[in-house]
């Protein structure tokens, strides 16, 4: 299927809308009517035609106004593409690994042809042709998790394994929820997870590290997570907080609906194969809540799932202020009826 | 949900390659490329051995950047469970056998700015791998290798012949030369590792000489392989699957419950990943703890069991699986 | 004390003799003199004929601990007069070092972070590093948003010394720059951050 790539904004005027076919593919994170963190981990398999799972690398209509987004971070701040020196290996199994399923999955927009170690890439909605030699980073305009993850969606970061952890020494990361690759770089699982509330001391990171630690070739992995942001900005890093901060102060019970967007992140998790690393894929949507509630189950159980959030995860998500407004605004749309379970429409 | 990423895969070649060690090459039978691996790496190879399954793991030996095909090497042991046996007498070319995905517990550690390799034996393989990786990437390397006799010993001069005797020596118990362990760890500059593979007693000799040369333990690596010991036969009850079975002398808990098709999660098979970690919910009798993975505490609280190599004496062992 | 439980904090077990390693390397910093000081007392003084003492009074100046320090009469003893100078000197000695040698840090917390940054750029791993906690709890902070560090940090919020911004001190600390994380405490509504109060005396 050919995707027709929307020309629009993720900062200024905002102009990023989902269409009604991105809008029911919507990853909706909630599969109950409340929240608490969990190792909600499941292979990464393909799941149902027109879902966020059809693919296990997702392109979707924002793919080149996402890359062009990407682009005019990276501009302002180099320090969210790093790889310590040890990393290389990996790096080419990245690109590799999203070459491939890009090529294979989407072949009317990318093609890969091989022959031998020589290379040929062609990225048609980005307008890029490129011949080079796997394994020879001289033969790339940029270093090969960055050449390649300037050209795919989300945010990466590839994790080395030894001495029993995971350790963050690679990454992409301009779409984040709120944390920095350059201070998070270099340091172990238990230590980036360590602003995260309540999760360690009920043993989430624990059993979590365990699980990666022996995720296997062949079998990724993945999960759900998610946050609010207000207005569709994807750069949501700590570095501009002191930018997009003073946004969290303009959400008003009339444009509660445009300005609040639901952000989920579909988390996929791949064992590498020939750095033995795990690469981390952090994929983001976004989605208004006038958009999520033109879906009735989504529109329901929203409010239910905010009113039950412990404080201090409330906390952490950066909600405490606007919350009132989201479940006064969305009260309207939750008559009481029961949910189904699971994550899909109706 | 398991996903089953087993590959079916036909025997290429099979070449002698001292009177106790072959060499096996592996070819997909779907004819598609093998999954790329890393150094350190080994797989599992199934043996349909006349009806009765066998699963032992090997190091891939092959160079990591070829996908046409596997390579391991078996020596044949021969108070063997069977395996290395089956492997050596029964396994020609045109055979066809079951290989896992490769799983990777002894990768080199990549921030290593020198990498000293000690082998004994057969435990040359996994680093024959990892060193066609340091020698691609320009690393630093050098490779202490234990044979009995130059006779006996495998691949060793193919080695000096690729890497050449700065990089490659080679300590021959007939010659009664031994590695000099103490001496090669005494001066190595900051940021060296040390990566030792053989029989047990070399693994505990290397590991102590080193710490004992000043060496922190986080620089200091090794991959013991335990087979699975043999014991009297005992009675399990697997509740979840609501089977009961006798595990045989020469068999595994987990082998057992793979005989009675129960699908138990394992990636080693020899006690070292955690993977088949298993909950024991009652015990009448004592559990023998073979592997290298619970702590001590774990294993003296007997609430865990590793199923690929640990034991148990007494009447009535029952597990959660 | 330190505030326990920062899952990213390193944790200063406090200097312990490893009585395999063949050379200590000390770098102590102020009062981290005493920490070795109190190892001579536990364990003797056989170590000392192979050890190597670089020394920053820093604060702890009036203490005369380099007195002490070169009556220990240790292999080598020597003083920085600054922090650069040390760090140079320390740069000479890793280029040298052994696999056996084992290096301990003592001193404030940045102290011990900036020295530990230039170990791990030589391949040391830190858990093989000892580290104590000796003076003041300071911290070194990064402001997030200019990348700029401000050491000796008594207080949160405080003011970012390279870009002014009012700066939360967050519990996160990377090993890699030395540093906690420094974050606009009032980004949302610029002019209402909290007046300082002293938390890290």
Same mark, same amino acid.
């Given at each position: 299927?050919?995707?027709?790539?929307?020309?629009?904004?993720?900062?200024?005027?905002?102009?990023?809308?989902?269409?009604?076919?991105n809008?029911?593919r919507?990853?909706?994170?909630?599969?109950?009517?409340?929240?608490?963190?969990s190792?909600n981990?499941?292979?990464?398999v393909?799941?149902?035609?027109?879902?966020v799972?059809?693919?296990?690398?997702?392109?979707?209509?924002?793919?080149?106004?996402?890359?062009?987004?990407?682009?005019?971070?990276?501009?302002?701040?180099?320090?969210r593409?790093?790889?310590?020196?040890?990393?290389?290996?990996?790096?080419?199994?990245?690109?590799?690994l999203?070459?491939? &399923?890009?090529?294979?999955?989407?072949?009317e927009?990318?093609?890969?042809?091989?022959?031998?170690?020589?290379?040929?890439?062609?990225?048609?909605?980005?307008?890029?042709?490129?011949?080079?030699?796997?394994?020879?980073?001289?033969?790339?305009?940029?270093?090969?998790?960055?050449?390649?993850?300037?050209q795919?969606? @989300?945010?990466?970061?590839?994790?080395?394994?030894?001495?029993?952890?995971?350790?963050?020494?690679?990454?992409?990361?301009?779409?984040?929820?709120?944390?920095?690759?350059?201070?998070?770089?270099?340091?172990?699982?238990?230590?980036? &997870?360590g602003?995260?509330?309540l999760?360690?001391?009920?043993?989430?990171?624990?059993?979590?590290?365990?699980?990666?630690l022996?995720?296997?070739?062949?079998?990724?992995?993945?999960?759900?997570?998610?946050?609010?942001?207000?207005?569709?900005?994807?750069?949501?890093?700590?570095?501009?907080? &002191?930018?997009? @901060?003073?946004?969290?102060?303009?959400?008003?019970?009339?444009?509660?609906?445009?300005?609040? &967007?639901?952000?989920?992140?579909l988390?996929?998790?791949?064992?590498?194969?020939?750095?033995?690393?795990?690469?981390f894929?952090?994929?983001?949507?976004?989605?208004?809540?006038?958009?999520?509630?033109?879906?009735?189950?989504?529109?329901?159980?929203?409010p239910?799932?905010?009113?039950?959030?412990?404080?201090?995860?409330?906390?952490?998500?950066?909600?405490?202020?606007?919350?009132?407004?989201?479940?006064?605004?969305?009260?309207?749309?939750d008559?009481?009826?029961?949910?189904?379970?699971?994550?899909?429409?109706? | 949900?398991?996903?089953?990423?087993?590959?079916?895969?036909?025997?290429?070649?099979?070449?002698?390659?001292t009177?106790?060690?072959?060499?096996?090459?592996?070819?997909r039978?779907?004819?598609?490329?093998m999954?790329?691996?890393?150094?350190?790496?080994?797989?599992?190879?199934?043996?349909?051995?006349?009806?009765?399954?066998?699963?032992?793991?090997?190091?891939?030996?092959?160079?990591p950047?070829?996908?046409?095909?596997?390579?391991i090497?078996?020596?044949?042991?021969?108070?063997s469970?069977?395996?290395?046996?089956?492997?050596?007498?029964?396994?020609?070319?045109?055979?066809?056998?079951?290989?896992?995905?490769?799983?990777?517990?002894?990768?080199?550690?990549?921030?290593?700015?020198?990498?000293?390799?000690?082998?004994?034996?057969i435990?040359? #393989?996994?680093?024959?791998?990892?060193?066609?990786?340091?020698?691609?990437?320009?690393?630093?390397?050098?490779?202490?290798?234990?044979?009995?006799?130059?006779?006996?010993?495998?691949?060793?001069?193919?080695?000096?012949?690729?890497?050449?005797?700065?990089?490659?020596?080679?300590?021959?118990?007939?010659?009664k #030369?031994?590695?000099?362990?103490?001496?090669?760890?005494?001066?190595?500059?900051?940021? #060296?590792?040390?990566?030792?593979?053989? =029989?047990?007693?070399?693994?505990?000799?290397?590991?102590?000489?080193?710490?004992k040369?000043?060496?922190?333990?986080?620089?200091?690596?090794?991959?013991?392989?335990?087979?699975? =010991?043999?014991?009297l036969p005992?009675?399990?009850?697997?509740?979840?699957?609501?089977?009961?079975?006798?595990?045989?002398?020469?068999?595994?808990i987990?082998?057992a419950?793979?005989?009675?098709?129960?699908?138990? =999660?394992?990636?080693?098979?020899?006690?070292?990943?955690?993977?088949?970690? #298993?909950?024991v919910s009652?015990?009448?009798?004592?559990?023998?703890?073979?592997?290298i993975y619970?702590?001590?505490?774990?294993?003296?609280?007997?609430?865990?069991?590793?199923?690929?190599?640990?034991?148990?004496?007494?009447?009535q062992?029952?597990?959660?699986? | 004390?330190?505030?326990?439980?920062?899952?990213?904090?390193?944790?200063?077990?406090?200097?312990?003799?490893?009585?395999?390693?063949?050379?200590?390397?000390?770098?102590?910093?102020?009062?981290?003199?005493?920490?070795?000081?109190?190892?001579v007392?536990?364990?003797?003084?056989?170590?000392?004929?192979?050890?190597?003492?670089?020394?920053?009074?820093?604060?702890?100046?009036?203490?005369?601990?380099?007195?002490?320090?070169?009556?220990?009469?240790?292999?080598?003893?020597?003083?920085?007069?600054?922090?650069?100078?040390?760090?140079?000197?320390?740069?000479?000695?890793?280029?040298?070092?052994?696999?056996?040698?084992?290096l301990y840090?003592?001193?404030?917390?940045?102290?011990?972070?900036?020295?530990?940054?230039?170990?791990?750029?030589?391949?040391?791993?830190?858990?093989?590093?000892?580290?104590?906690?000796?003076?003041?709890t300071?911290?070194?902070?990064?402001?997030?948003?200019?990348?700029?560090?401000t050491?000796?940090?008594?207080?949160?919020?405080?003011?970012?010394?390279?870009?002014?911004?009012?700066?939360?001190?967050?519990?996160?600390?990377?090993?890699r720059?030395?540093?906690?994380?420094?974050?606009?405490?009032?980004?949302?509504?610029?002019?209402?951050?909290?007046?300082?109060?002293?938390?890290?005396?």
């Amino acid at each position: 299927m050919t995707i027709t790539f929307r020309n629009e904004t993720f900062r200024d005027d905002f102009t990023f809308r989902n269409s009604l076919y991105n809008i029911r593919r919507f990853p909706f994170p909630f599969d109950r009517d409340e929240y608490m963190y969990s190792v909600n981990m499941e292979p990464h398999v393909r799941g149902k035609k027109d879902s966020v799972f059809e693919n296990l690398i997702d392109v979707d209509e924002h793919y080149v106004a996402e890359m062009q987004d990407r682009a005019i971070v990276l501009k302002e701040d180099p320090l969210r593409c790093q790889a310590l020196p040890h990393m290389m290996t990996a790096q080419w199994d990245t690109l590799e690994l999203l070459m491939e &399923h890009q090529a294979r999955d989407y072949p009317e927009h990318f093609t890969l042809t091989k022959n031998g170690d020589r290379w040929r890439w062609i990225n048609r909605p980005l307008g890029i042709d490129d011949t080079f030699t796997f394994g020879d980073p001289s033969t790339l305009p940029y270093p090969p998790m960055e050449y390649i993850t300037r050209q795919a969606q @989300g945010d990466f970061c590839i994790v080395d394994q030894r001495d029993n952890n995971l350790w963050m020494d690679a990454g992409m990361v301009t779409t984040q929820a709120d944390w920095s690759l350059d201070f998070d770089i270099g340091m172990n699982f238990m230590e980036w &997870h360590g602003p995260v509330p309540l999760a360690h001391q009920i043993g989430v990171f624990d059993r979590a590290l365990k699980f990666l630690l022996n995720l296997q070739q062949g079998k990724p992995t993945r999960r759900l997570n998610w946050t609010m942001t207000v207005n569709p900005r994807l750069d949501t890093s700590p570095e501009n907080y &002191h930018k997009w @901060g003073p946004d969290r102060t303009t959400v008003t019970p009339e444009n509660v609906g445009d300005k609040m &967007h639901l952000r989920v992140e579909l988390q996929s998790l791949w064992r590498l194969p020939r750095s033995n690393a795990i690469l981390f894929v952090i994929r983001c949507y976004l989605i208004s809540l006038n958009e999520l509630v033109t879906v009735p189950k989504w529109g329901r159980r929203l409010p239910r799932v905010l009113k039950s959030l412990p404080p201090e995860i409330v906390d952490y998500k950066g909600l405490t202020r606007n919350r009132p407004i989201m479940i006064d605004w969305l009260a309207k749309y939750d008559d009481g009826a029961p949910t189904s379970a699971g994550i899909h429409p109706d | 949900m398991s996903l089953n990423t087993d590959m079916p895969v036909r025997v290429a070649d099979v070449t002698q390659v001292t009177d106790l060690v072959k060499r096996f090459r592996f070819e997909r039978l779907d004819g598609h490329p093998m999954p790329f691996f890393s150094g350190g790496a080994h797989v599992v190879v199934s043996m349909n051995d006349n009806g009765l399954l066998r699963r032992n793991p090997y190091s891939l030996m092959s160079n990591p950047d070829d996908n046409s095909a596997y390579e391991i090497s078996v020596l044949r042991v021969p108070n063997s469970r069977g395996g290395s046996i089956f492997m050596h007498k029964q396994v020609k070319p045109g055979d066809q056998l079951i290989v896992s995905q490769p799983v990777n517990l002894f990768a080199p550690d990549h921030r290593g700015r020198k990498h000293i390799l000690f082998a004994g034996g057969i435990g040359i #393989t996994p680093f024959i791998a990892m060193m066609e990786q340091f020698s691609r990437d320009n690393i630093a390397f050098e490779l202490h290798y234990a044979i009995r006799s130059r006779a006996h010993g495998a691949y060793w001069q193919q080695l000096l012949d690729r890497y050449g005797p700065r990089r490659i020596k080679i300590y021959v118990d007939e010659e009664k #030369t031994t590695i000099p362990v103490a001496e090669i760890a005494d001066n190595q500059p900051l940021g #060296t590792h040390l990566y030792v593979c053989g =029989p047990a007693g070399m693994i505990d000799g290397v590991l102590m000489t080193a710490l004992k040369a000043g060496w922190p333990k986080e620089n200091l690596h090794s991959e013991r392989f335990l087979a699975p =010991p043999a014991g009297l036969p005992f009675q399990v009850f697997l509740e979840k699957s609501n089977i009961h079975m006798t595990v045989g002398e020469h068999q595994s808990i987990l082998e057992a419950a793979e005989a009675h098709g129960c699908d138990a =999660p394992y990636l080693c098979r020899g006690g070292a990943c955690g993977q088949c970690e #298993t909950a024991v919910s009652s015990c009448d009798g004592t559990l023998e703890h073979n592997d290298i993975y619970l702590s001590d505490e774990e294993k003296a609280s007997g609430k865990k069991i590793m199923i690929c190599v640990s034991r148990f004496k007494g009447q009535q062992l029952v597990l959660q699986l | 004390m330190l505030v326990q439980g920062i899952k990213s904090r390193p944790e200063y077990k406090g200097l312990s003799i490893d009585p395999h390693a063949k050379r200590h390397l000390f770098v102590l910093e102020g009062e981290g003199a005493a920490a070795l000081a109190n190892q001579v007392e536990l364990k003797g003084r056989d170590f000392l004929a192979q050890s190597e003492i670089l020394y920053l009074a820093a604060g702890a100046a009036p203490k005369a601990y380099d007195i002490t320090l070169t009556a220990l009469s240790p292999d080598i003893f020597w003083q920085a007069p600054t922090l650069q100078p040390l760090l140079f000197r320390l740069r000479a000695c890793l280029e040298q070092a052994r696999m056996g040698t084992r290096l301990y840090i003592a001193g404030t917390e940045g102290f011990i972070g900036q020295v530990m940054q230039l170990a791990l750029e030589f391949g040391i791993d830190f858990n093989s590093i000892h580290t104590e906690h000796r003076g003041s709890t300071a911290r070194r902070v990064q402001c997030v948003h200019c990348k700029g560090i401000t050491d000796n940090v008594t207080t949160s919020p405080f003011a970012c010394t390279h870009c002014g911004l009012p700066l939360l001190v967050r519990d996160h600390y990377s090993r890699r720059l030395g540093a906690f994380q420094g974050v606009n405490i009032d980004a949302e509504e610029p002019g209402t951050a909290p007046p300082p109060e002293e938390m890290f005396p």
